[in-house]
């Protein structure tokens, strides 16, 4: 016999839960208009997420203002802000004129 639990897992070994991904429902339905806009634009944009990104970035923020997810500066989920996206796209068209 297996001195590790059922199914061959160790027993004693407590679960580490992931870092994200795990988040409390939406239940109360606080953030349905944002999700419902963000699922509407997935669907006239032929499923292309690009296209729909400030969407989503509403319906995180929604989450975090609810608090349905942990608060975090929106750089760490992909999101960069107007001015830096400005400065970056300046910095690839004076690359390529060069």
């Known amino acids: 016999m297996s001195?590790?639990?059922?199914?061959?897992g160790n027993r004693g070994v407590s679960p580490v839960p992931p870092e994200k991904g795990?988040?409390?429902l939406d239940h109360m339905h606080l953030?349905?208009?944002a999700k419902k806009e963000y699922l509407n634009?997935?669907?006239?944009?032929?499923?292309?997420?690009?296209?729909?990104?400030?969407?989503?970035k509403l319906y995180l923020e929604c989450?975090?203002?609810?608090?349905?997810?942990a608060k975090q500066?929106?750089?760490e989920l992909g999101f960069?802000?107007?001015s830096d996206k400005e400065a970056s796209e300046e910095k690839i068209t004076e690359s390529i004129g060069n």
């Not at 001195?3 to 061959?8: D, E, K, R, S, T």
């Open 63 to 69: 989450r975090m203002e609810k608090n349905l997810m």
């Open 31 to 33: 953030c349905d208009q």
């Open 41 to 56: 634009c997935l669907k006239t944009s032929g499923h292309q997420s690009e296209k729909c990104r400030h969407f989503s």
């Open 3 to 8: 001195a590790g639990g059922a199914f061959g």
């Open 73 to 75: 500066d929106m750089s």
């Open 80 to 82: 960069v802000k107007e």
């Open 22 to 24: 795990v988040f409390p």
